[in-house]
T-cell receptor, first 115, second 114 residues
Framework: GAVVSQHPSWVICKSGTSVKIECRSLDFQATTMFWYRQFPKQSLMLMATSNEGSKATYEQGVEKDKFLINHASLTLSTLTVTSAHPEDSSFYIC???????????FGEGSRLTVL | GENVEQHPSTLSVQEGDSAVIKCTYSDSASNYFPWYKQELGKRPQLIIDIRSNVGEKKDQRIAVTLNKTAKHFSLHITETQPEDSAVYFCAASNTGSGYSTLTFGKGTMLLVSP
């Protein structure tokens, strides 16, 4: 299947700093990428949909100024958690949709811990 | 928007038994129903999917059934093994809606005891 790479896999930062997470589709072009947040023992909650070359579409309740999403190319989307606070600590996962079949493939996930 | 309900939230079976997880969806326009397996701290992995033009699909010990009229679909795992223990998520989407946003169920934690 298609490969989606996410980096970093885990990050620890101080409160108030910003953290950038990268999501790359390695062997296919992804016009659309999705960012999810997952709390322990809970399901994946869609945060935003990232379309190449345009502004991301955010789900209700997700602050766009807090979670900056950039989709600069057909293989890369980034999520920047700005001025992170402990309540932002979570598992963030990206996914990319293949244009051909519509299947979704997930990145490895990034575990963010804000101290 | 789409709403996906998944049951049960936890399921414990003995090795060799069968396991069934059920999901219902609300949007009759949904036409793609994947199932994902997620081990602790890892990414969800697609294990099987079904599209609305098919009623059943099987891949070795895993099968999925879809009832469009009732708007529900189920995952069946036969001859369960300890390595099947994980959280399983169902999802639904409408692939004809521009971009296919998946709506996930809340997940089922499957525990297979040796």
């Amino acid at each position: 299947g298609a490969v989606v790479s996410q980096h970093p896999s885990w990050v620890i930062c101080k409160s108030g700093t910003s953290v950038k997470i990268e999501c790359r589709s390695l062997d296919f072009q992804a016009t659309t990428m999705f960012w999810y947040r997952q709390f322990p023992k809970q399901s994946l909650m869609l945060m935003a949909t990232s379309n190449e070359g345009s502004k991301a579409t955010y789900e209700q309740g997700v602050e766009k100024d807090k979670f900056l999403i950039n989709h600069a190319s057909l293989t890369l989307s980034t999520l920047t958690v700005t001025s992170a606070h402990p309540e932002d600590s979570s598992f963030y996962i990206c996914s990319a949709r293949t244009r051909l079949t519509g299947e979704l493939f997930f990145g490895e996930g990034s575990r963010l811990t804000v101290l | 928007g789409e709403n996906v309900e998944q049951h049960p939230s936890t399921l414990s079976v003995q090795e060799g038994d069968s396991a069934v997880i059920k999901c219902t969806y609300s949007d009759s326009a949904s036409n793609y129903f994947p199932w994902y397996k997620q081990e602790l701290g890892k990414r969800p992995q697609l294990i099987i999917d079904i599209r609305s033009n098919v009623g059943e699909k099987k891949d070795q010990r895993i099968a999925v059934t879809l009832n469009k009229t009732a708007k529900h679909f189920s995952l069946h795992i036969t001859e369960t093994q300890p390595e099947d223990s994980a959280v399983y998520f169902c999802a639904a989407s409408n692939t004809g809606s521009g971009y296919s946003t998946l709506t996930f169920g809340k997940g089922t934690m499957l525990l297979v005891s040796p």
